[in-house]
């Protein structure tokens, strides 16, 4: 079986696409858990927020006037 330059370049594109393909899909990986990670902190906080809310205006109770 003879290898040429033809096989070669065609096994280094190959290469190239197989590498690239699995660095794209390590960012995109690691980029969704931190999009993910920012999305829970955020839930967090609000949810702290919505609770503080609540509780500001069982405090408040309705208003009377003087």
């Not at 096994?11 to 999305?39: K, N």
């Amino acid at each position: 079986m003879q290898f040429g330059v033809l096989n070669l370049v065609l096994c280094l594109a190959t290469a190239v696409g197989s590498i690239a393909a699995g660095v794209y899909w390590r960012l995109a990986t690691r980029r969704r858990a931190r999009e993910q990670a920012e999305w829970a902190a955020m839930e967090a906080s609000l949810r702290t927020l919505d609770m503080r809310l609540d509780q500001v205006w069982a405090d408040d109770g309705p208003s009377r006037p003087d």
